[in-house]
């Protein structure tokens, strides 16, 4: 399995950036999917999950501003991110596995046991 992101970049308060990240080497369409974020000297945060139904959850800070979504011919998930604030600064990472129960905690806990992956991470600077 593996992830890679893209679409990070610099943008000024109130702007747009749009991350996807590519997935290859397993059923993407049954996978919970999901973006976290982190800043240095901080824990990963979870951004916004979506399940194999399409299924989403946010963050209550994105909720509003960001959409998450899979585009399952083309094994590919995004992050609209609308309304940026500097305090969205960070790296952004990608997150997959197969587990049925789809959420910010199940996610990470997968992943830790060795059930997921993370990609490798796009940076996202917000100027005020």
């Known amino acids: 399995v593996q992830l890679a992101e893209s679409g990070g970049g610099s943008v000024q308060s109130g702007g747009s950036l749009r991350l996807s990240c590519d997935a290859s080497?397993?059923?993407?369409?049954?996978?919970?999917m999901g973006w976290f974020r982190q800043t240095p000297g901080r824990e990963r945060e979870g951004v916004a999950t979506?399940?194999?139904?399409?299924?989403?959850t946010y963050a209550d800070s994105v909720k509003g501003r960001f959409t998450i979504s899979r585009d399952n011919p083309k094994n590919t998930l995004h992050l609209q991110m609308n309304s940026l604030k500097p305090e969205d600064t960070a790296m952004y990472y990608c997150?997959?596995?197969?587990?049925?129960?789809?959420?910010?905690?199940?996610?990470?806990?997968?992943?830790?046991?060795?059930?997921?992956?993370w990609g490798q991470g796009t940076q996202v600077t917000v100027s005020s």
């Open positions: 997150a997959a596995s197969h587990i049925r129960a789809c959420s910010v905690h199940t996610l990470v806990v997968a992943i830790a046991n060795s059930l997921g992956n």
């Open positions: 979506v399940d194999g139904d399409g299924d989403a």
């Open positions: 080497g397993y059923t993407y369409s049954k996978y919970c």
